[in-house]
């Protein structure tokens, strides 16, 4: 279910511009997932994390593990417009996966 | 490649006529997932098979079926589609259910119109 709070549910930002996004839980989870979704299309997998601390990059895209693993944020550096899109954070525990409600980019060129 | 393949991309059915929906992959996964997702929310998971383990999410109507003939195939089945059920349907697979392994990847989904 729908049950990790992520922020911000929009943003418009100009070309260029550097992009953060977050998720958080009060529940500790062992796996962190961030996904971007394009109109019509299934979520894409950008990056996973699967340990506390943990700092990944995926070309202009990084992300992070929070040390309490109640946590994780998405960093897009530079934006271009083939950017937008929703961007899902989904947390995994065993038998239980959640998603964020996600964040809508919209990049003005 | 695709490595999560359904089909059809894009389905229409009238109200209460049965539907089936298909999903395949070639990454020979042992979960395989069922979600659906309607219009600017997340996807919400309805089923999920572990191999030939079919889990069920308590909140799933009982309108909803899955069968996993094989490794490889998991179809989506509703019975007497309501309005209520239009949405997109996504499919999923992992390895496995354990850390490291469960990583979910998408296919591109099937969008179900009930007319």
């Known amino acids: 279910g729908q049950q990790l709070n992520q922020s911000p549910q929009s943003m418009f930002i100009q070309e260029g511009e550097d992009v953060s996004m977050n998720c958080t839980s009060s529940?500790?989870?062992?796996?962190w997932l961030w996904y971007k979704q394009e109109p019509g299309e299934g979520p894409v997998l950008l990056i996973a994390?699967?340990?506390?601390?943990e700092l990944t990059s995926n070309g202009r895209l990084t992300a992070q593990f929070g040390i309490t693993r109640k946590d994780s944020f998405l960093n897009i550096s530079a934006s271009i417009p083939s950017d937008v899109g929703i961007y899902f954070c989904?947390?995994?525990?065993?038998?239980?996966?959640?998603f964020g409600a996600g964040t809508r980019l919209t990049v003005k060129p | 490649d695709a490595m999560v393949i359904q089909n059809p991309r894009y389905q229409v059915t009238q109200f209460g006529k049965p539907v089936t929906l298909s999903c395949s992959q070639t990454?020979?996964?042992?979960?395989m997932y069922w979600y659906q997702q309607k219009s600017s929310q997340a996807p919400k998971l309805l089923f999920h098979?572990?191999?030939?383990?079919?889990?069920n999410e308590a909140d799933t109507p009982d309108n909803f079926q899955s069968r996993r003939p094989n490794t490889s195939f998991c179809f989506l089945d509703i019975r007497s589609p309501g309005l209520g059920d239009a949405a997109m349907y996504l499919c999923?697979?992992?390895?496995?259910?354990?850390?490291?392994?469960?990583?979910?990847?998408f296919g591109p989904g099937t969008r179900l119109t009930v007319l």
């Open positions: 098979y572990y191999d030939k383990d079919f889990n």
């Open positions: 990454l020979n996964h042992n979960v």
């Open positions: 529940s500790i989870f062992n796996t």
């Open positions: 999923a697979t992992s390895r496995d259910k354990a850390a490291t392994t469960d990583t979910q990847y």
């Open positions: 989904a947390a995994y525990n065993n038998n239980d996966m959640r």
């Open positions: 994390l699967y340990k506390a601390g």
